[in-house]
């Protein structure tokens, strides 16, 4: 029974779950900041993203090990698929089940958080749209993380759609300014991803994954990198300064900074592609305490104003 639950709680991904969240978090704190905060749809929002980020990890799972894709040459940790521990007609019916928890959770938060029957139609669209998301990723005949377009989809969904869609469940309604959180949001996401198929880019490469890193190439996926990082900073500490408070409530966002510079700078300095691997957790608190951060700070200049 134990040995049974370490397996289906790595095939999970603990670490990768912050994901989920910051959208979450740093939507939910605009909406504080707005006025419109509600607990309630918060934790909802919470568990719907969690359940949906566990359905990305096991389709990928599922879909790379039926592809070759997860074998002895891949860097990253050896998943369920991979090691043996699960065949794929058990991983199947723990992604239909994981699906089926998904909609329970989802079409709550929807008829919890909403009354519109317009508003409730299009997040129930943009639900399903996410569960095809997270499956098409890696699963299917043409799977679209197989031809580079991984990076556009996270984006998407866990910086466009996460921030502004926690947003509108709290408050109703879409302020133009949630553009800079939300872009920050979705940068730091697929600088997450960049890392992983950054780690992965020889394996991927030779059985046609065709990622943005291998399109790129080991350097200029590092300089692409670089990218993600300083423009998610830039968009996050833009939205603070427009703000009218006083600048030394944002300071403490700076730690932010030194983080991601950090990183930035161990990233630039890898010559081999096993360097990568240590830097995915780096890369996934970086993202979790610059949203913390930003949320922080967002929450303080309310409660100061």
């Not at 019916?93 to 029957?117: D, P, R, Y």
């Not at 996401?189 to 991927?204: F, G, K, S, T």
């Not at 991601?260 to 996934?284: L, Y």
């Not at 305490?289 to 303080?300: E, Q, R």
Request: net charge positive.
């Amino acid at each position: 029974m134990k040995e049974s639950l370490r397996i289906w709680l790595d095939a999970a991904r603990p670490k990768t779950l912050p994901l989920a969240l910051v959208s979450i978090l740093t939507g939910s704190s605009l909406a504080f900041s707005a006025g419109h905060f509600s607990l309630s749809v918060a934790l909802l929002a919470f568990i719907t993203a969690t359940l949906l980020q566990i359905l990305s990890n096991l389709a990928n799972d599922y879909g790379d090990a039926v592809k070759g894709t997860d074998n002895e040459n891949r860097l990253g940790p050896v998943r369920a698929m991979q090691s043996g521990a699960v065949n794929a007609k058990t991983m199947k019916n723990a992604i239909i089940i994981n699906i089926i928890f998904t909609m329970i959770a989802g079409l709550t938060l929807v008829f919890h958080a909403l009354t519109s029957i317009e508003s409730i139609m299009a997040f129930i669209g943009l639900g399903v749209l996410a569960i095809f998301a997270a499956i098409a990723y890696t699963v299917g005949n043409k799977p679209y993380g197989y031809i580079g377009l991984g990076d556009l989809s996270v984006f998407i969904f866990f910086g466009l759609l996460g921030v502004s869609g926690t947003y509108f469940l709290h408050t109703g309604n879409v302020e133009a300014n949630l553009f800079l959180p939300a872009l920050g949001c979705g940068l730091l996401a697929v600088a997450v991803l960049n890392i992983n198929n950054m780690r992965d880019i020889e394996n991927d490469s030779e059985c046609g994954k065709r990622t943005m890193a291998v399109r790129l190439g080991q350097h200029k996926a590092k300089q692409y990198h670089f990218v993600l990082l300083a423009a998610a900073i830039i968009s996050f500490a833009s939205y603070l300064i427009i703000q009218d408070k006083p600048v030394w409530i944002s300071l403490p966002f700076l730690l932010s900074i030194i983080a991601v510079s950090k990183h930035g700078r161990d990233v630039w300095h890898t010559v081999q592609p096993a360097q990568i691997a240590p830097m995915m957790p780096v890369i996934v608190k970086c993202s979790l305490i610059t949203n913390l951060l930003f949320a922080g700070v967002v929450v303080a200049q309310t409660l100061l104003s």
